[in-house]
């Protein structure tokens, strides 16, 4: 049997588990270059290629996690996020894309700060947190999360990429008995209402950490405790980008306003959808 072979017999498998047909014929690719340790441009010159048995034993294991809806990043054990492969796996959040939004506007934050103190909320993997140590190599930054799976994921990109020293981890929730004072304050809180569960995608659903997704009625209870616990902590001037969820951004006002901020910025995603806001202590 050829690769590419072994590769549309995985993509039927997924189609078959629910998984819509242009995301089956990419996870199946995805997958079988991860077990032979291709890139893409060596996938498709050598995919006519004869597929050997230990190719077909190592990648069928992960055909049939991937049919029972397990995230692809799960599987590869790697998530990319602002150019970069981050570790993740079950017990912490999967970076999405468009939390790099919130890094394109902490870093316009504190671009004229010579030594930044950023502190990340609901850290998970690190991505937020590792990704401004290693844009602004003078910086401190402090990464809290309720989860220590989570956090342990974060050490250990923090490790990986060289600044556990300027990244401090510390089990809490929201600012935890950090007093501060911070330059930034980056989150992406969960923010999904209790009642959309049943509407995410398997993936979701079923295997990324509760803890990390929902967040009460609306979405938003823990944005209405960050609110006032980040004004706090906040030098100022100081600013404060928090991812939020479609439909959130009047309440998000409503809620930064209560706790003493000013005007608020909010950012669309690609989509369209506002998906970041940006304020000031």
């Known amino acids: 049997m050829r690769l590419r072979d072994l590769a549309a017999g995985a993509e039927r498998v997924f189609a078959a588990a629910g998984i819509p047909a242009a995301e089956a014929r990419l996870d199946a690719e995805l997958l079988l270059r991860h077990v032979l340790g291709w890139d893409r441009a060596t996938w ?21 996690r991937r049919a029972a809806r397990e995230p692809v990043a799960y599987l590869r054990g790697t998530q990319a996020f602002y150019g970069r492969d981050f570790a993740v796996g079950p017990g912490v959040l999967i970076p999405r ?8 506007e902490g870093l316009a934050a504190i671009a004229a700060l010579p030594e930044p103190r950023v502190l990340d909320i609901g850290t998970g993997s690190g991505c937020l947190a590792v990704t401004f140590a290693l844009e602004r190599p003078a910086a401190r930054i402090w990464a809290t999360d309720v989860s220590p799976a989570a956090l342990d994921w974060a050490r250990r990109n ?41 509407a995410l995608q398997p993936e979701v659903a079923r ?11 609306d979405g938003l209870d823990v944005v209405r405790a960050l609110a006032p616990e980040g004004w ?3 030098t100022p001037g100081g600013t404060l980008v928090m991812e939020i969820g479609i439909g959130q951004a009047a309440e998000v006002r409503r809620v930064l306003g ?24």
């Open 258 to 281: 209560a706790a003493g901020f000013a005007a608020v910025r909010v950012r669309d995603d690609l989509q369209g959808i506002p998906r970041v806001v940006v304020t000031r202590r």
């Open 232 to 234: 706090e902590v906040l």
């Open 158 to 198: 923090a490790d990986h990429f060289g600044v556990a020293s300027r990244v401090t981890p510390v089990l809490a929730a929201g600012t935890g008995d950090l007093a501060g004072p911070f330059d930034l304050i980056v989150s992406n809180p969960p923010y999904v209402r209790e009642e959309d569960r049943d």
């Open 97 to 104: 894309p468009e939390t790099e939004l919130v890094v394109e």
């Open 207 to 217: 295997h990324e950490p509760a803890s990390a997704l929902f967040a009460g009625a």
């Open 44 to 64: 498709f010159t050598r995919r006519d290629e004869a597929a050997d048995g230990d190719v077909d034993g190592r990648f069928a294991p992960l055909v049939a």
